[in-house]
C-alpha cells in the first residue's frame, strides 16, 4: 500500500509560480514512476505530467508544456511540480498518483492516488 500526501496548493495570480509537492509513504518509491493529474469543477481528470521511476523521463500536457516542470527526489521520497506563469485555467484539484514502473498518461492506470490540494488562479 502506498499512501501519497499533497501539499503547496493556494491561491496566485495570474503569471505567478506555486510549487506542488507529494510525499509518498513506501520504502520502495523509486519503483513506482509519478504522476500529477487535475480536475476543475464539472470537468473530467485530466492528466498534467508524469516522471518515470529513476527520474530520466518526463512528460507533460500540451496546456502545461513549457511552463510546469515534474522533478522527484528519491532519497525523500517526494515529487514536486514547478508550475510557473500561471493561467485562471489552471484552477483545478491537483493530485498525485503512483504507477509501478509504467509511465502512463491515463489516470485509469494509476494504482494509488493523494487527497488532491487546490490550485486557485486568479486573473
Known amino acids: 500500500q502506498v499512501q501519497l500526501v499533497e501539499s503547496g496548493g493556494g491561491l496566485a495570480q495570474a503569471g505567478g509560480s506555486l510549487r506542488l509537492s507529494c510525499v509518498a509513504s513506501?520504502?520502495?518509491?523509486?519503483?513506482?514512476?509519478m504522476g500529477w493529474f487535475r480536475q476543475a469543477p464539472g470537468k473530467e481528470r485530466e492528466f498534467v505530467a508524469v516522471?518515470?521511476?529513476?527520474?530520466?523521463?518526463?512528460d507533460y500536457a500540451d496546456s502545461v508544456n513549457g511552463r510546469f516542470t515534474i522533478v522527484r527526489d528519491n532519497a525523500k521520497k517526494t515529487v514536486y511540480l514547478q508550475m510557473n506563469n500561471l493561467k485562471p485555467e489552471d484552477t483545478a484539484n491537483y493530485y498525485c498518483?503512483?504507477?509501478?514502473?509504467?509511465?502512463?498518461?491515463?489516470?485509469?492506470?494509476?494504482?494509488?492516488w493523494g487527497q488532491g490540494t487546490q490550485v486557485t488562479v486568479s486573473s
Open positions: 498518483a503512483a504507477i509501478r514502473f509504467r509511465v502512463r498518461v491515463s489516470a485509469a492506470e494509476y494504482d494509488y
Open positions: 513506501t520504502v520502495s518509491f523509486s519503483s513506482y514512476s
Open positions: 516522471i518515470s521511476y529513476r527520474g530520466g523521463s518526463t
